[in-house]
Antibody, heavy 125, light 106 residues
Framework: EVQLLESGGGLVQPGGSLRLSCAAS????????MSWVRQAPGKGLEWVSS????????YYADSVKGRFTISRDSSKDTLYLQMNSLRAEDTAVYYC??????????????????WGQGTLVTVSS | DIQMTQSPSSLSASVGDRVTITCRAS??????LNWYQQKSGKAPKLLIY???SLQSGVPSRFSGSGSGTDFTLTISSLQPEDFATYYC????????FGGGTKVEIK
């Protein structure tokens, strides 16, 4: 069974940093792209970032570009999201998800399945 | 960026009703459109991919249609476990979600 388990969320002050982790199991992690999606309290889903299977192609939403870094460690079957210069508007539940494809290129069929249970990040003083 | 507009934003329906949710893209996205169901406090679950393909294990009362800019998710006979929020997602460029449609009990 494919499982994704996020960790690392918590309360952080504005301007602070946090690193989220997503431990994967039940599939060959190194064969698939992975993504992060967030959901602010009471709001809809917002794509944050994606990374290709090899780790050499990364993509970011404009809202986090330059502040967040996605990475992966295939020796540990773990996906990461390093979040710096955090703002109040980054407060959300952060989900990791497995992509259908190995490279999340545009203009191609792709979808996210499954998703982890999410980890809450709260940015507040 | 491609804007995804879902309508309605919420609806009330009864068990057994036929429910239709619409998702419109601001430009053509071919069939690069997926649908997810999210229940309160839970992670989203994939229902439909490629606009019309049913994900394995998803009941056949769910169906998707459309291409280009206009897409539809239909629940043929609403069941108690279907009360949830539904999101469309485009993967044309790069990735984006609709605002969601909350399906509530009438």
């Amino acid at each position: 069974e494919v499982q994704l388990l996020e960790s690392g969320g918590g309360l952080v002050q504005p301007g602070g940093s946090l690193r989220l982790s997503c431990a994967a199991s039940g599939f060959t992690f190194s064969n698939y792209a992975m993504s992060w999606v967030r959901q602010a309290p009471g709001k809809g889903l917002e794509w944050v970032s994606s990374i290709g299977a090899g780790g050499d192609s990364t993509y970011y939403a404009d809202s986090v570009k330059g502040r967040f870094t996605i990475s992966r460690d295939s020796s540990k079957d773990t996906l990461y999201l390093q979040m710096n210069s955090l703002r109040a508007e980054d407060t959300a539940v952060y989900y990791c998800a497995k992509d259908y494809r190995s490279v999340p290129a545009a203009h191609q069929y792709n979808w996210f399945d499954p998703w982890g249970q999410g980890t809450l990040v709260t940015v507040s003083s | 960026d491609i804007q995804m507009t879902q309508s309605p934003s919420s609806l009330s329906a009864s068990v057994g009703d036929r429910v239709t949710i619409t998702c419109r893209a601001s430009q053509s996205i071919s069939s690069y459109l997926n649908w997810y169901q999210q229940k309160s406090g839970k992670a989203p679950k994939l229902l439909i991919y490629g606009a019309s393909s049913l994900q394995s294990g998803v009941p056949s009362r769910f169906s998707g249609s459309g291409s280009g800019t206009d897409f539809t998710l239909t629940i043929s006979s609403l069941q108690p476990e279907d009360f949830a929020t539904y999101y469309c997602q485009q993967t044309y460029s790069p990735v984006g979600f609709g605002g969601g449609t909350k399906v509530e009990i009438k």
